[in-house]
Each structure stands twice: as structure tokens, then as C-alpha cells.
């Protein structure tokens, strides 16, 4: 009787640390989505400098990844997760999480944190995002964006479905090169998230999925920086 009060015990101590690490990991991806808002935040608190509004208007999608990692030594690499929102007339989609990586040549050495958000211009470029994976450069032009006032960007980019990116380190705007970077879905962060098992088409096109409390939030951020 002993022998079974333990296994007893035993077994309600696991099932509590299970649940209480299906929460933290729910929690994991809830503040990801948060960081998401600060980052969106931050690059737009200063107007000479910001996104330029009409940037944000007529893109399809914007991708946000706090913290990509970026370093090495000879051997350069990238990786984060985010996560990218899509826009359907004037209406923003619950946010999708997304992983972000790549590798170049080159001598370097040293690393470095950087806030990364990417305008995707077209549907086409969403798509694109759908698949498997998209890589920046091959499957998608991508350039540096605009900042302030200056919203003169590319047509020409726009209508092949161009990508601009903007990218912060250390509180300063900073070049970037994200070509050979490949952008794929986080299934197991979405489903974490949702708590349902969603493709990141579903939660981008579905048209039904309500957004956590952080993504209201994300979306009431961009909505206010895209009048």
C-alpha cells in the first residue's frame, strides 16, 4: 500500500511539472510576440528615423525578429524567431512565429544581437513564405528600406514582390546583409501559441483565429504607425 501511495505521489508530481512546462513554454512564445511590439516600438519612436508610415500601408506582411543572434569566426551565421502578421484590406492577421537563419563567408569575428523587421510588398512574396522556406535574395529581392521621410522606395521592387528590411543593434539603425537568410514556419511554436495545431497559412489567411493578448497589442501598434 506504501509502495503504491508513492508511485501515486510520484505520478501527480510529474503530471504538475508537465503543466507547469506546457505553460512556460506557451509563455515562451506569448513573450516573443511582446518583444515583437517593443522592437515595432522602439524602431518608430524617433520620426526622423522611423519606418516611413506609407511603407507600412502598402506592404502585405511584416516580419519581426527580436534578438537575431549574428557572429562567428572566418564562418559568419544568423538565427532568430519571430513573427510575421498579414494584412488583408486594412486588417492585420493574428501573428504566425517564424524562425529566421542562414550562413556567409567572410572574415569575422565577435557577435552581436539585432532587431530585424522585413515589408514584404506583394502576395507574392507571402506565398513565397508559405512554402517550405523562402531565401532572401533567391526566392525574394530584398533592400534596405527608407527611413523618416524619405518614403521614395523602389516601384520596381514593389512589383517583383520585393522585401525591405531595417535592422537595429544596440539602439542604432545598421546595414545588414540578409542575402542567402532563409525564413521558415515554427510549427511547434505556433502550435504552442494557439494551442491548436495550425499551419502558419492558417493563422495568416484563416480569417478566424483571435490573436493572444500580446498580438492584439502588436496589431494596435501597427495599426497606429500605418494610418
Known amino acids: 500500500m506504501k509502495r503504491v501511495f508513492v508511485f501515486l505521489v510520484a505520478g501527480l508530481f510529474l503530471a504538475s511539472l508537465l503543466s507547469v512546462?506546457?505553460?512556460?513554454?506557451?509563455?515562451?512564445w506569448e513573450d516573443l510576440v511582446t518583444e515583437s511590439s517593443k522592437v515595432l516600438n522602439e524602431m518608430n519612436s524617433m520620426?526622423?528615423?522611423?519606418?516611413?508610415e506609407d511603407m507600412l500601408r502598402k506592404c502585405k506582411a511584416v516580419a519581426i525578429f527580436p534578438s537575431t543572434l549574428s557572429g562567428g569566426f572566418i564562418f559568419g551565421a544568423k538565427y532568430?524567431?519571430?513573427?510575421i502578421l498579414y494584412k488583408s484590406g486594412n486588417n492585420w492577421s493574428?501573428?504566425?512565429?517564424?524562425?529566421?537563419?542562414g550562413g556567409s563567408w567572410g572574415w569575422q569575428i565577435g557577435g552581436q544581437a539585432t532587431d530585424i523587421i522585413l515589408l514584404i510588398m506583394s502576395d507574392r512574396g507571402?506565398?513565397?513564405?508559405?512554402?517550405?522556406?523562402?531565401?532572401?535574395?533567391?526566392?525574394?529581392?530584398?533592400?534596405?528600406?527608407?527611413?523618416?521621410?524619405?518614403?521614395?522606395?523602389s516601384t520596381d521592387l514593389q512589383l517583383k514582390g520585393g522585401i525591405f528590411s531595417y535592422a537595429r543593434s544596440r539602439g542604432a539603425f545598421i546595414g545588414i546583409?540578409?542575402?542567402?537568410?532563409a525564413i521558415y514556419q515554427n510549427n511547434e511554436g505556433n502550435k504552442a501559441l494557439y494551442k491548436k495545431d495550425l499551419t502558419a497559412k492558417d493563422i495568416l489567411k484563416g480569417d478566424k483565429l483571435k490573436p493572444t493578448a500580446a498580438g492584439v497589442k502588436l496589431i494596435a501598434d501597427l495599426n497606429k504607425y500605418s494610418k
Open 21 to 28: 512546462n506546457s505553460r512556460a513554454y506557451a509563455d515562451k
Open 47 to 52: 520620426p526622423d528615423t522611423a519606418i516611413p
Open 80 to 83: 532568430g524567431q519571430g513573427v
Open 94 to 101: 493574428a501573428p504566425a512565429v517564424f524562425n529566421i537563419g
Open 126 to 153: 507571402v506565398d513565397g513564405l508559405l512554402q517550405s522556406k523562402l531565401t532572401l535574395g533567391g526566392d525574394a529581392a530584398v533592400s534596405a528600406g527608407p527611413v523618416g521621410r524619405d518614403s521614395q522606395a
Open 177 to 181: 546583409k540578409l542575402e542567402g537568410t
